[in-house]
């Protein structure tokens, strides 16, 4: 706890995760910053999530509340709308038996910060009178786009070639995120992220887990629209500002992971000789693409550490698995300590917004291969905004080919060119590291949520 907070009664936080990897990452560690700042804090999960996850010992509380999924998360539900609209109807309910629990129970709370992607959470929190904060855990500029979706500024589905929005470079057609482009594709979730502002206008805080100067143009422009704080990028402290002890990893994994053998096999790696290939927690590629994505790693011939999840693995050539030495097949590792590691020389990645602030934290450029959602956007912004790495083109069939993913990886390997996008790699990392050092960007967005909710007026009263 840092000394001007000690002096003070310390107000209590509770923390919504939607319960996936890429939504649990950032705000576990959203919440362990505020913890370190004198904040009581309380994660609450799914009851499927807080029962499957692996987890480190934390000194965070845990909760856990009904998705309407007790014996399978969000994968195992028909479609992603059949998920979202049995959410919807439970999770209200099932939050409010959880405040009034803890309130029976002699504690109080002064805020709740909810996923974005659970806009009924603000009325909750309404309805308890505390402070409602919704927590974006994508970019400010897909958020922005989103925006201007809810607002009817973009019409859906959209047809223009381009697009041209304050404070956002001019996008095309296929650089939006998937849903607005892909006409049809998964209802449930583009209803759900353009619903994301349905009632943000009562929020007493906007928070986005980026970083000022990283999208600074659109940070500005959404700063004079809503109360945004920057608070990213969400990295363990221990590989960013070093300011949290023992902060080294995320600790919490949905997946089993291979750390042993992951770090042992990159340790007698030659500095920067290893491609780092991972695609997230949820992309699903058809068989023809595991393939060309096999072939394409092993003709590069590079060493390579190639993360496959357990239901993927059985698309993966078994010749492949056995001919090519020079490659490491996991089903789960500790991605950042492998990002850090001095083997590494360039990331395959779809472009997850996680996966890209790591890649941005950790100085690593960049093989993007976006698939949906908002990975096209972010993949825009890393090749042409931030110039830290280089998009793999599908053919028309939309297929990643051998040959292509071969050629990127060289080009960011072995070209003057490729030498430039790790230096901008290292650019966006120290710049990443002094938003956290003290009175850096975000660590005053901290600074000044933490003094809201110690001023705030709820913590005193358990309130129904
Ligand atoms: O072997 C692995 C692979 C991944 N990770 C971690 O898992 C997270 C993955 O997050 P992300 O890169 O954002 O990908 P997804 O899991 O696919 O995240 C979903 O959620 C994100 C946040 O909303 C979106 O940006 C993505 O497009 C969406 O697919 C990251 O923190 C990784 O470090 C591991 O720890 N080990």
Not at 310 to 329: A, C, H, I, Y
Not at 441 to 457: A, I, R
Request: with cysteine; aromatic share 10%.
């Amino acid at each position: 706890m840092e000394d001007h907070d000690k002096k003070q009664r310390q107000p209590h936080c509770l923390v919504l995760a939607y319960p996936t990897q890429g939504h649990i990452n950032p705000m576990l560690q959203f919440s362990k910053r505020l913890q370190h700042k004198g904040v009581r804090v309380t994660v609450i999960f799914s009851h499927f999530a807080l029962k499957t996850i692996h987890k480190k010992s934390t000194s965070i509380a845990l909760e856990s509340i009904s998705d309407g999924f007790d014996d399978g998360g969000v994968t195992s539900a028909e479609s992603d709308k059949a998920y979202l609209d049995r959410f919807w109807q439970t999770g209200p309910r099932t939050l409010t038996e959880l405040l009034e629990k803890l309130i029976n129970s002699g504690n109080t709370f002064d805020c709740l910060v909810y996923d974005s992607f659970l806009p009924w959470a603000l009325d909750v929190a309404k309805r308890f009178g505390v402070l409602g904060a919704p927590f974006f855990t994508q970019s400010l500029a897909v958020n922005t786009i989103y925006y201007h979706t809810h607002k009817g500024n973009l019409k859906l589905p959209f047809t223009e070639s381009e697009v041209s929005l304050p404070g956002l470079p001019t996008l095309s057609c296929c650089d939006l995120p998937s849903f607005l482009y892909v006409k049809g594709a998964y209802p449930g979730f583009t209803g759900m992220v353009v619903n994301q502002f349905s009632n943000i206008e009562k929020a007493d805080f906007v928070l986005c887990n980026t970083f000022y100067e990283l999208e600074q143009e659109v940070a500005d422009w959404q700063g004079k629209i809503f109360p945004l704080r920057t608070i990213g990028p969400t990295i363990p402290s221990m590989l960013l500002d070093k300011r949290i002890q023992d902060d080294n990893d995320y600790g919490f994994d949905l997946f089993k992971p291979n750390n042993d053998d992951c770090m042992k096999w990159l340790s007698d790696k030659p500095r920067g000789s290893v491609v780092y290939v991972s695609l997230g927690s949820l992309v699903v590629l058809d068989t023809e693409q595991t393939e060309e994505m096999a072939w394409g790693l092993r003709d590069s011939g590079y060493y390579f550490l190639w993360v496959v999840r357990e239901t993927e693995l059985e698309k993966v050539p078994k010749d492949f698995l056995e001919s090519s030495e020079k490659g490491f097949v996991v089903t789960w590792c500790p991605q950042i300590q492998v990002l850090e590691h001095e083997a590494v020389g360039c990331f395959v990645t779809h472009c997850g917004w996680n996966s890209t602030l790591e890649a941005i934290s950790l100085g690593v450029p960049v093989v993007g291969m976006p698939q949906w959602t908002d990975q096209s956007t972010d993949a825009k912004y890393i090749v042409d905004v931030w110039k830290m790495g280089v998009k793999v083109e599908a053919d028309p069939k939309g297929i990643v080919r051998r040959e292509s993913l071969k050629q990127c990886i060289k080009e960011v390997m072995e070209t003057e060119r490729g030498k430039e996008m790790k230096r901008n790699a290292n650019k966006w990392k120290d710049l990443a590291k002094r938003a956290f050092e003290e009175g850096g960007s975000s660590d005053k967005c901290f600074e000044d949520l933490v003094k809201h909710l110690v001023t705030s007026p709820n913590a005193q009263v358990p309130r129904k």
